[in-house]
C-alpha cells in the first residue's frame, strides 16, 4: 500500500519550498501542488529528489495521496487566490479536514473564511507565520489561530518545524479562534515596521547628525547588541554597515533611500484606528516608508528650502550612549502600545490572548526576535491583567532611567534638523500617556460650541453630560454622545 502524507502543501515559491524542506526533515511526509505544475517536477526532480516529498499535479491527486484527516496548507498570496484554494479544496476535501492559510492574510478575511470552512463541515486554520527564507528552512515563528478542533490535528507538525527558545520551548502555541493568529501576526508586523524605523533613525543621527562612518556605526551596533538591545534587527544591522560595494566603499551608502512595503504595518494602523488606540510609533513608522517615497519631491524641497543641518558639537561618545537609551525607550513604547492594541481586539472580537505565551512566540525564528521579549512574559506573567507594559515595575524602571537620555536625543535632533518621526512620537505618547490631564477639556468645549456634542464636568460624577449655550443664539438641544 502506498504511503500517504503527513500534510499537503499548495504553493512553491521560497516560503512554500523552505517550509516543505523543513517539514521533511523533522521525518513528516509531504505532498506538493502548485498551479504551474511545472514547479512540483522541477522542485521534486531537484532539490527534494530522492526526499520524502510526493509531487502532485491536481488538487484531487493532492487530496488523495494525504492520510485522513487531511490537512493542507496553502502558503499563497493573501486575498483572492486564497479564497479561490478554498473553494476547490472544499470540492475535493471531506467534513474533518484541516484547510491551513499560511500567508499574511488580513485577520477579517481569516474571521470569515473560519465561519465559512466550519460551515462546511471542515476545520480552518489561520496562521502567522515569521522568520523569512531562512526561518522557513530553520524554524519560523508560527501564531496559529481558527477552528480550535484543528489545533492538535496540526500541533505536532508546527511545534516540529517552529524556532525554539534556548530551553527547548517551541516559538508556536495555539493563539486563539478565527482570525486572532493572523491579527497577532499583524501585530507582529506592525511592530517590526517600528523596531527598523527607530534603527534608521538611530543610524541617521550617528550618520549626518555626528558625521559617523559607516565603520564606525557597524561597531557601535555590534556593541549595542551585547546589551538590552540584543535583536536580530539590531545584529543585521551590524552586518549591513560592515558590507563594502565592489569599489570598497560602503554598499548601505549606495542603495536608493525609497522604501517598499506589503501593507501589513498600514492594516495594524487601521486596526489602531478602529479599536481607538493610539499607536501612534507604529503609525509614524508607516508614514515614513511613505515619506521615504517621495523622493523626486524630497530632492526639490530640499533646494528650495536648503536647510542646513547641524552637527552636534558635544561629546560624541555620551551623545551615542543617548542615542542608545533613546532606542530602548522608544522600542519598548512601540511595543507597549503593540500589546493594548491586542488587549483591545481581544475583547472586540471575543479572544482568549495569553500574552505572555504571545511574547515567547516571537523570542525565536521570528524578524523581532530579541532578548528583550523575556521581560515581557516576565511581565505578564507576573500580572496577566496588566494594563499596559509601561506600569510594571521593570518597564517603569528602566523607562524612568532613560527619560533625560531620550529627551537630550529628540531635542537635539529637532535643533540640528533631523527628522527622528518614531522617537518624537514615543517620547509624545510617554508624557502624555503619563499627564493626569490634556488639554482635551478644550477640545470638547469647542465640540459642544460647534455642535452641541456635550461634555463633562470634573466636579460631577462620570457619565453625566453637560451643553453650554454658547452664544446665546443657539437652543438647549444637544448633540447625542458618541466615542468615534
Known sequence: MEKKADIGLIGLAVMGEN??????????????????????????????KGLNIIGTHSLQELADSLAKPRKVMMLVKAGAPVDDYIEQLLGVLEPGDVIIDGGNSHFPDTIRRTAYVESKGLLYVGTGVSGGEEGALKGPSMMPGGSPAA?????????SICAK????????????????????????NGIEYGDMQLICEAYQLMKDMLGMSADEMHEVFAQWNKTELDSYLIQITSEILARKDEDGQPLVDKILDT?????????????????????????????????????????????????????????????????????LASKIISYAQGYVLMESAAKTYGWNLNYGSIALLWRGGCIIRSTFLGKIKEAFDHNPELSNLLLDPYFKDTVKALVPSWRNVVANATLCGIPVPTFSSALSYFDGYTSSRLPANLLQAQRDYFGAHTYERVDCERGKFFHTNWTGEGGSTSATTYNA
Not at 526533515?25 to 531537484?46: E, I, L
Not at 489545533?151 to 511545534?159: A, T
Not at 524641497?301 to 542608545?324: L, P
Open 165 to 188: 527558545v534556548e530551553d527547548g520551548t517551541p516559538c508556536c502555541d495555539w493563539v486563539g479562534s478565527d482570525g486572532a493568529g493572523h491579527f497577532v501576526k499583524m501585530v507582529h
Open 259 to 327: 522604501a517598499g512595503q506589503k501593507g501589513t504595518g498600514k492594516w495594524t494602523g487601521i486596526a489602531a484606528l478602529d479599536e481607538g488606540v493610539p499607536l501612534t510609533l507604529i503609525g509614524e513608522a508607516v508614514f515614513a516608508r511613505c515619506l521615504s517615497a517621495m523622493k523626486a519631491q524630497r530632492v526639490e524641497a530640499d533646494k528650495a528650502f536648503g536647510i542646513k543641518r547641524g552637527r552636534y558639537e558635544g561629546d560624541k561618545a555620551a551623545m551615542v550612549e543617548d542615542i542608545r537609551k533613546a532606542l
Open 151 to 159: 489545533w492538535p490535528l496540526v500541533k505536532p507538525i508546527f511545534q
Open 19 to 48: 517550509i516543505v524542506m523543513n517539514m521533511e526533515s523533522k521525518g513528516f511526509t509531504v505532498a506538493v501542488y502548485n498551479r504551474t505544475v511545472s514547479k512540483v517536477d522541477d522542485f521534486v526532480n531537484g532539490r527534494a
